[in-house]
């Protein structure tokens, strides 16, 4: 096997980093680009009895602990400091060595270089016994290769061997990468308690100044920009000038999903959506550049750039700069069309509201509001599933059982909250009411999480799950420092409403948008920010002109392949199946 893998390096390089170029972005909440293909299988109401007998074959006791000590290695992204060296990674070592009795070993990667260095460790045949990644071509360039193990045969019938693996992630996690036509599942999918994407904020202290209720309307928040601009000294005094009614930066695709998809028909099939969702497969399809009704959501904001809401440079402020942030950070910004879900209430005293309360006072605050409603009068969001990262076993490991029993033990509510809240009195304090408030640990301190809610470390868990959803909601409530946990808990209510959850297409991967995926999210946020910056009069034919451009280069032959994959595994049918 050895020497089978060291003969396929020079190609594997080759073919995984062309695959894997472009696809490592991490959204706020780390949520990944969709993998494809889709299950095949048909979930029974409970998970797959295992035959007796099985445990001892295996080498495992009634407990499921091997008779003889087994080893396995596990990877491990590391950030500012090493994730292995912490009473977490301890923890699991000692967890395992107790529950299983196999002995853990970490293998760091830096996190925002981990496809190279994965695919070097694939390469090279030195890949741990337990890896994770965002990045699907990575793994299926690989698997095509032979040298990813095929989890179908270790999953069937497995259902006693990892009981918390089934219960936590269910079938449709364990078997939404399986080939339709081969049945081998290459990766689990991970999940994410929270399914959230981005929500509208508006500034409290502001509508209160001018005596404003929240905005449950599109007029409404209309309204509240209009007074904004025409209140800046009552609101900024000697910084009247700088005020910026809405916040924009060169991606409106994302920063106005809201108001987008409230113009999108509420009865959109599951159909069209998957095939306009052309180039930008992550989160649901987020920046929905071909759905129907987008173009008349654009010409709302080309209106209120006009009428001087938005910065008259908006998009020359990228989202990985601090220029349009630095604007938030100060004050300046009245309103927010859509970001992440908890966005300005990250980071501390270093975050948008920490530097607003410098600058403003503590009354200086963005609250979440539910305020574009679609044609059916639904506050509609169109998320993905509640998947998170790829977990899959190398073909060289020679302990996939014990990989998957430490997946397992990851799934385990006790561990779940422990690398999640840690020990009380040093990583939480427990509230009156049960609570558990997060507590800052130094940097580099052996208690010290290397990432938020151990997130590098829980791998099939992806946000805060204390298995209590009242427990998990106040306790996360909790967890920004210096922002009031009333704000945390209305931007969790915003987010509840009215979603639509897309689920497993099921379709293979779509070959002529190969590499094309950022291209095209920059070519359409460029096509509408032209048509934004376009005078009133002229928006029509500048609207039209970028997006027939943009769809003549780039996305013509893909529609045709969409719709093509869609009728090969769904037929005639408009809608996804129930469950999917």
């Known amino acids: 096997m050895k020497k089978k893998f060291k003969s396929l390096v020079a190609l594997l390089l080759c073919t995984v980093l062309l695959a894997a170029c472009g696809s490592t972005t991490e959204t706020p909440q ?51 400091n090493d994730p292995t060296k912490t009473i977490f990674a301890d923890y699991l070592k000692e967890r395992m060595l107790e529950e299983h009795n196999v002995v853990v070993e970490f293998v ?3 996190r925002w270089n981990e496809v190279d260095d994965l695919t070097l460790l694939l390469a090279e045949g030195q890949a741990p016994d337990v890896c994770y990644t965002f990045n699907y071509p990575t793994i299926e360039a690989f698997a095509n290769q032979d040298v990813i193990t095929d989890l179908n045969p270790l999953l069937a019938d497995s259902g006693d061997l990892y009981p918390n693996l089934w219960e936590r992630l269910g079938w449709m ?46 007029e409404e928040f209309e309204a509240a920009l209009y007074a904004f601009k025409d209140n800046a000294e009552l ?16 991606d409106p695709g994302w920063l106005a999903g809201p108001l987008i998809e409230s113009f999108i028909p509420n009865d959109i099939t599951d159909k069209e959506l998957y095939i306009s969702g052309t180039g930008d497969p992550g989160a649901s399809n987020a920046r929905k550049f071909f759905a129907p009704g987008v173009k008349e959501a ?9 009428d001087g809401l938005i910065h008259p440079d908006f998009a020359l402020f990228s989202q990985t700069d601090d220029t349009a942030d630095n604007f938030v950070r100060s004050g300046f910004v009245g309103a927010i069309a859509g970001h992440s879900f908890d966005q300005p209430y990250r980071d501390g005293e270093e975050g948008w509201t920490g530097r607003m309360h410098a600058a403003r006072g503590t009354d200086a605050n963005f609250i979440a509001v539910n305020t574009f409603k679609n044609d059916a009068g639904l506050y509609r969001k169109y998320l993905g599933a509640t998947i998170d990262r790829n977990m899959f076993i190398p073909a060289t490991s020679t302990e996939p059982i014990a990989a998957l029993l430490y997946l397992d033990l990851l799934c385990r509510q006790d561990v779940i909250t422990f690398l999640q809240m840690g020990t009380e009195g040093i990583n939480h304090e427990v509230m009156p009411d049960g609570a558990m408030m997060a507590l800052s640990v130094e940097a580099g301190d ?18 805060l799950d204390l298995g209590d959803p009242d427990l998990t909601s106040k306790s996360a409530a909790l967890g920004y420092a210096g922002v009031e946990g009333r704000l945390i808990q209305q931007a969790y209510a915003v987010q509840a409403v ?6 497993n297409v099921g379709t293979p991967s779509v070959q002529s948008e190969e590499g094309l995926g950022d291209t095209i999210r920059e070519r ?34 893909s529609r045709d392949e969409r719709l093509m994959l869609w009728e090969s595994v769904h037929g005639s049918a408009d809608m996804l199946p129930q469950g999917d």
């Open 108 to 110: 760091t990667t830096e």
């Open 173 to 218: 996690r364990l078997y939404w990468n399986q080939d339709s036509t081969t049945g081998h599942v290459w990766s689990m999918l991970g999940m994410q308690p929270f399914n959230q994407r981005f929500i509208s904020f508006i500034r409290e202290d502001w509508l209160n100044a001018l005596g404003m209720a929240l905005p449950t309307t599109l």
């Open 524 to 557: 359409g946020n460029a096509a509408f920010c032209r048509a934004i910056f376009a005078s009133v009069d002229q928006f029509d034919a500048v609207y039209d002109s970028e997006m027939e451009s943009l769809y003549t280069q780039f996305v013509n032959a």
């Open 446 to 463: 052996y208690n010290q999480m290397t990432s938020g809610r151990n997130y590098d470390l829980s791998i099939p868990i992806n946000g």
């Open 498 to 503: 009215d979603n639509r959850v897309t689920g």
């Open 235 to 250: 609101l900024l005094g000697s910084d009247a000038g700088q005020i910026v009614p809405l916040h924009m930066t060169d």
């Open 30 to 80: 780390d949520t990944p680009a969709a993998p494809a293909p889709a299950p095949q299988v048909t979930a029974p109401d409970a998970p797959p009895e295992t035959p007796a007998g099985v445990f001892d074959e295996l080498g495992l006791d009634e407990n499921r602990r091997f008779y003889e000590q087994r080893s396995i290695r596990v990877l491990a992204w590391a950030r500012d």
């Open 298 to 306: 654009i010409r709302v904001l080309n209106k209120w750039y006009n």
